[in-house]
Nanobody, 119 residues
Framework: QVQLVESGGGLVQPGGSLRLSCAAY????????INWYRQVPGKQRQLVAT????????YHEDSVKGRFTISRDHAKNTVYLQMTSLKPEDSAVYYC????????????WGQGTQVIVSS
């Protein structure tokens, strides 16, 4: 059974940092791109960053470049999103998503973790 489990969200002051984790179970980790999305109420889920199966990193929102770092630990089947210099506009529910590079229709989602940036 495939399961993605996010953790690490919470309340942080502006300028602070958080590290989100996405632990993957039941998949061949090395053949999946792992993506972080975020969503605020009333808006579509936005793709923030990708850890590719090949070991690369991509950032899809200009606002996070230089502040967020995505990384992958193959030994732990886990992808991290290190977020620094957080701003109130980073507040959202963050979801991780796994998509197979061999069969792109194989997509799995985690349950989400809430990030609130507020003083």
């Amino acid at each position: 059974q495939v399961q993605l489990v996010e953790s690490g969200g919470g309340l942080v002051q502006p300028g602070g940092s958080l590290r989100l984790s996405c632990a993957a179970y039941g998949i061949i980790f090395g053949i999946y791109n792992i993506n972080w999305y975020r969503q605020v109420p009333g808006k579509q889920r936005q793709l923030v960053a990708t850890s590719t199966a090949g070991g690369g990193s991509m950032y899809h929102e200009d606002s996070v470049k230089g502040r967020f770092t995505i990384s992958r630990d193959h030994a732990k089947n886990t992808v991290y999103l290190q977020m620094t210099s957080l701003k109130p506009e980073d507040s959202a529910v963050y979801y991780c998503n796994a998509q197979s590079v061999r069969r792109p229709s194989d997509i799995y989602w985690g349950q989400g973790t809430q990030v609130i940036v507020s003083s």
